[in-house]
C-alpha cells in the first residue's frame, strides 16, 4: 500500500519544528544500511505517511529493503546476530501504534549499539573488537543526523569518542611485529559518552509524543527550539540516473542548430534540469524534472519506499513533495515518456491539460511545490520541451508506415493493429493509436485498466500514449502493471475477448515492438567521449546564456543559473575518467559562483569579468574534460 507523507520535511516535534536544511544540487549515494538500521530509518520514514502503510512498516523489518546488500530482513538478522528482542515492536505493529512504534523501534537500535559496545569492550582480540565497533557505528548511523541536527557540539564529542574507541583497540601487527594491546580505559571512557547519551536520549522509559517521527534525540523534541533537521530519502530509494543513459534527440540539434545560439532554449535546458525550482525536500535532494524524464525519457529505476509501488512510478500528487497537494488517494503513475511531446497534447495521464505551459506550472508549484516560476522561466522550459522529438525509427515512415526492413510477422501484426473488431465497437487498435497521427488520438478513454473508485465512476479515463519509442519504456499502462508489449497484447486479448490466435498474438507484439524500436535508442560512451563529458557539454552550454543575461543585468535568472550550474558542475566533476583534469574543474565550478557572487554584490563589472574567465578556461579544459 503507498501512503502519502504529511509533513515529512516541514512538521513539527512536539514543539521542536523542523525546517529543511541546506540545498543539494546533486543527490549523493548512501553507503549501504545494515538491516535493523535500515528497517529503523524505513519505519520513520513510511510512520509520516497519511494514510499509514502499516503492511510497508512491517515489511520493513520482515524482508530485506530494496537494493539491500544483505539477503535476511531485520528480523531475522536480530535472530541470527543479536540478542535483542524484538517482540515489543512487532506488538506495537500489531496494533498499529504509531508512538508505539517509534519508541520500541527507537530503543532496539540504541540496544543493538550498546550490545555491540559490549562485544567490543569484552573482546579478546583487536580484529573483533574492530569488527564489533564498526557495526555500533553503523548502527549509530541510524541517530547520527538527528543529534547532528539538534546540537552540532554534541555530535562532534561524541564523533571523537567513536575515533577514541577505534584508537583504543589495538593492533595485532603484521606478523606480530608492531602490536600494541587494547586500552581498556580509554574505551570504557570512550564508550561512556556515548551510551551515557543514548540512554538519556534514545533509551528513555517514555518518549515524548512525536508529531512527526524523526531520529531527533529526545531532548531536543522536549525543547521547544527550532531545529533545521537536512532532509532524506530512506534506504531503498534510488533517484540515480539509469544505465544505458537514453538517446536524447532534440529537433535543433538534427537541424544542425547550435543550443549556444538559442539562449531561450538552453535556459530552459537548464531549469529541466535544476532542483532549484522545486520546493523542499525536492529541490534539497536534488531532484529535478530530468530526475523522472531523463534526457526526454522514462527513468526506470526511480525509486521511492512509500512514493512509489515498482520503480520507474511516482505518486506525484501525494503530501510528500507538496502537502498541500496531498489527494490522499493511493495512485502512483508509471512515469511517461517526454519524447515528441511537441506531438503528444493535451497533457497529464488524463489530459486534462491543453497547454503545455500550464502543464509545466502545475508540476512546478502544485506538484513539487515550487515558488511561482516567473513568465521568463515559463518561456524557457516550453521552449526547450518543444524541441524533444521521438528516436528515428528506419522501420518506420514519418506517416507510421513500416518499411521493407520490417519482418513478415510485423506486416502480419499491421494488418490486426488495423482491424476493426466487433468487442471494440467495430473499431480497431488504430482507432485510437492513428498511425498517421503519432500511433495517439489526443483523446482520452477508460479502457477499463484502473478500477472504479465507485459505481458509475469514470476516473479511469487516460490520455491516449503514442507507442512510438516505447520498445524502450516498460512497464506499461498507467501505473506499469504490464511488464512486456507482449502482455499488453494479452491483456487487451482477454480483457476484451478478442479471441487472437496465439500466432495473431505474437504478430501483434511483433508489429507493436517494430513501431516502438529505435535505431539508437541509448548514448554511446567510450574511454574519451564519457558521460562527464556529456554533462561538461551540456553545463558549459546552459552557462552561455549569461551572454545574454548579464547585459540585460537579470540578476534573478542569473543567480538561478550560477546557484544550479555551479554546483551540478562540481559535483559531476568526481565522475571524471581524467582526474588531472578534475581540479580545473573544480576551479571552473568556483569561477562560476564568484558570478554569482558579484551579481549579488550588485557588481557587474566584476560578474562580467569572471564570466569571461569562465569562458576562457572551459575553453581551455574541453579536450580533457573527461
Not at 520482515?62 to 538478522?77: D, H, I, K, Q
Not at 504509531?98 to 540496544?111: D, K, P
Not at 531549469?271 to 520546493?279: E, K, M, N, R, V
Not at 473488431?421 to 500511433?439: I, Q, T
Request: glycine share 6%; aromatic share 8%; proline share 6%.
Amino acid at each position: 500500500m503507498t501512503g502519502k507523507i504529511i509533513g515529512l520535511f516541514v512538521a513539527a516535534v512536539f514543539g521542536a519544528s523542523l525546517v529543511a536544511g541546506p540545498v543539494s544540487a546533486t543527490p549523493a549515494k548512501e553507503a549501504p544500511w545494515l538491516p535493523e538500521a535500515a528497517a529503523y530509518r524505513l519505519t520513520l520514514f513510511l510512520g509520516n505517511l497519511e494514510p499509514l502503510p502499516w503492511d510497508e512498516i512491517e515489511t520493513a523489518w520482515s524482508e530485506p529493503y530494496r537494493n539491500s546488500e544483505f539477503s535476511t530482513g531485520a528480523l531475522a538478522w536480530l535472530e541470527a546476530e543479536s540478542g535483542a528482542d524484538a517482540a515489543l515492536l512487532l506488538e506495537a505493529i500489531a496494533r498499529q501504534d504509531r508512538q508505539a512504534v517509534f519508541a520500541e523501534a527507537t530503543r532496539l537500535i540504541a540496544l543493538r549499539i550498546d550490545e555491540e559496545l559490549d562485544a567490543a569492550l569484552a573482546a579478546e582480540n583487536s580484529a573483533t573488537a574492530q569488527q564489533a565497533l564498526r557495526t555500533a557505528r553503523e548502527l549509530y548511523r541510524a541517530f547520527a543526523d538527528g543529534v547532528a541536527a539538534a546540537d552540532s557540539e554534541v555530535a562532534r564529542r561524541i564523533g571523537l569518542a567513536w575515533l577514541e574507541l577505534a584508537s583504543s583497540t589495538g593492533s595485532s601487527g603484521v606478523l606480530g611485529a608492531g602490536a600494541a594491546p587494547a586500552d581498556h580505559d580509554a574505551m570504557a571512557a570512550a564508550r561512556a559518552v556515548i551510551s551515557d547519551y543514548l540512554a538519556e536520549n534514545y533509551l528513555v522509559d517514555r518518549f515524548a509524543p512525536r508529531e512527526m517521527l524523526s531520529a531527533l534525540p529526545e531532548a531536543a523534541a522536549l525543547s521547544g527550539r527550532t531545529i533545521e533537521l537536512p532532509p532524506s530519502l530512506p534506504p531503498g530509494s534510488d533517484i540515480f540516473d539509469q544505465d544505458p543513459l537514453p538517446l536524447l534527440v532534440l529537433n535543433f540539434e538534427e537541424q544542425g542548430i547550435d543550443e549556444t545560439d538559442l539562449p531561450l532554449v538552453a535556459y530552459g535546458d537548464m531549469l529541466f534540469d535544476s532542483a532549484q525550482i522545486f520546493g523542499r525536500p525536492a529541490r534539497d535532494l536534488g531532484i529535478a524534472c530530468s530526475t523522472c524524464h531523463n534526457r526526454s525519457d522514462v527513468n526506470q529505476r526511480l525509486f521511492i519506499p512509500g512514493a512509489s509501488h515498482q520503480p520507474g512510478a511516482i505518486d506525484v500528487d501525494g503530501a510528500f513533495f507538496n502537502p498541500i497537494f496531498n489527494d490522499r488517494r493511493e495512485d502512483p503513475l508509471d512515469i511517461p515518456s517526454l519524447r515528441g511531446l511537441r506531438f503528444t497534447g493535451p497533457y497529464g495521464r488524463d489530459g486534462r491539460f491543453a497547454s503545455l505551459r500550464d502543464f509545466s506550472r502545475n508540476v512546478i508549484v502544485n506538484e513539487f511545490g515550487g515558488d511561482e516560476p516567473t513568465p521568463f522561466m515559463l518561456d524557457a522550459l516550453v521552449a526547450y520541451l518543444l524541441e524533444f522529438d521521438f528516436l528515428p525509427n528506419s522501420m518506420l515512415t514519418s506517416d507510421g508506415r513500416l518499411t521493407e526492413t520490417a519482418t513478415e510477422s510485423a506486416r502480419r501484426g499491421e494488418a490486426i493493429f488495423n482491424r476493426p473488431f466487433a468487442e471494440l465497437g467495430n473499431r480497431s487498435c488504430a482507432s485510437c493509436h492513428v498511425p498517421d497521427g503519432n500511433f495517439l488520438d489526443r483523446q482520452a478513454h477508460d479502457i477499463g485498466s484502473a478500477k472504479p473508485v465507485y459505481e458509475g465512476a469514470r476516473a479511469g479515463a487516460f490520455d491516449t500514449p503514442t507507442l512510438l519509442g516505447t520498445a524502450s519504456t516498460a512497464p506499461y499502462l498507467h501505473d506499469g502493471s504490464l511488464p512486456t508489449l507482449a502482455a499488453v497484447v494479452d491483456w487487451f486479448d482477454e480483457t476484451k475477448a478478442l479471441q487472437l490466435t496465439d500466432a495473431e498474438r505474437a504478430d501483434l507484439t511483433a508489429y507493436l515492438e517494430t513501431v516502438g524500436a529505435a535505431d539508437e535508442p541509448y548514448e554511446a560512451f567510450d574511454a574519451e567521449n564519457t558521460a562527464f563529458r556529456l554533462a561538461f557539454s551540456e553545463l558549459t552550454t546552459f552557462a552561455s546564456t549569461l551572454d545574454a543575461l548579464l547585459p540585460r543585468r537579470d540578476a534573478e535568472h542569473i543567480l538561478l543559473l550560477t546557484d544550479t550550474v555551479a554546483a551540478d558542475l562540481s559535483a559531476d566533476a568526481s565522475t571524471m575518467s581524467n582526474l588531472s583534469a578534475r581540479p580545473e574543474v573544480y576551479a571552473l565550478a568556483e569561477r562560476l559562483t564568484e558570478v554569482g557572487a558579484a551579481v549579488r554584490a550588485e557588481d557587474w563589472v566584476a560578474a562580467e569579468a569572471r564570466w569571461s574567465a569562465f569562458r576562457a578556461e572551459a575553453n581551455a579544459i574541453e579536450e580533457r574534460a573527461f
